[in-house]
């Protein structure tokens, strides 16, 4: 079964700083992978996605995400984090159903992202 | 071009209750998926409605059940309500089955 984890129920990072956010993914086949980030009292808001082709994806408010097919890893970067970037983050992998071509996504567990002034 | 809209925003029931929720997704979006997401248990996918029928359902007991009118809004209904059902019930939209899935704001249900 497909699956991710993300290994980091918090980050912490100062303003200005570049950010990371893990993930790690297992699935059989070629991994469709997703970011999303949740504000309080909203609902996800999608940031990127990897489907194939460069290893590193650019996404929206300046984040990237670089898969690693070795590491089995995807992790979300940001070269300078803004105070506004707190939020809680999702990785997700699409689970292919064999049944037919439909798709569901399989989040993590989220990452709490704290940027301090 | 609206995002996905879901109605209503907040909800407080007692158990033993139902409840209906609904999603407008957005324009020319056909396939709906609904997730739930609580502290304990996180996101986890209920099901997916395309051309007004239910593709997949999750690992969810038959108290939750959905539909898709014709025009893709869909609804997600659940009766009988336990506490455990209390959660932040999220609609997603694409455009077709296999593409992004764009969120909505979320309902959040409250079990008395």
């Known amino acids: 079964a497909q699956s991710v984890a993300q290994p980091e129920d918090q980050v912490n990072v100062a303003e200005g700083n570049p950010l990371t956010v893990k993930c790690t993914y297992s699935?059989?086949?070629?991994?469709?992978l997703f970011w999303y980030v949740q504000y309080p009292n909203r609902g996800l808001q999608f940031l990127l996605k990897?489907?194939?082709?460069?290893?590193l994806v650019k996404g929206s408010y300046g984040f990237e995400a670089e898969f690693n097919k070795s590491q089995t890893s995807f992790h979300l970067k940001k070269p300078s984090a803004l105070v506004s970037d707190s939020a809680l983050y999702f990785c997700?992998?699409?689970?292919?159903?064999?049944?037919?071509?439909?798709?569901?996504?399989?989040f993590g567990s989220g990452t709490r992202l704290l940027v301090r002034p | 071009k609206a995002g996905v809209t879901q109605t209503p925003r907040y909800l407080i029931k007692t158990r033993g209750q139902q409840v209906t929720l609904s999603c407008s997704p957005i324009?020319?979006?056909?396939?709906v998926s609904w997730y739930q997401q609580t502290p304990g248990q996180g996101l986890q996918f209920l099901f997916e409605?395309?051309?007004?029928?239910?593709?997949n359902k999750g690992n969810f007991p038959g108290r939750f059940s959905g539909r898709q009118f014709s025009n893709s809004r869909s609804e997600m209904n659940v009766s009988t309500l336990e506490l455990g059902d209390s959660a932040l019930y999220l609609c997603?939209?694409?455009?077709?089955?296999?593409?992004?899935?764009?969120f909505g704001p979320g309902t959040r249900l409250l079990v008395l």
């Open positions: 699935v059989s086949g070629n991994p469709y």
């Open positions: 997603a939209s694409s455009p077709t089955r296999q593409e992004t899935q764009y």
């Open positions: 990897y489907i194939t082709g460069d290893n």
């Open positions: 997700a992998v699409r689970d292919r159903l064999m049944m037919d071509s439909s798709y569901k996504l399989i």
């Open positions: 409605y395309f051309s007004e029928t239910q593709r």
């Open positions: 324009s020319g979006h056909r396939s």
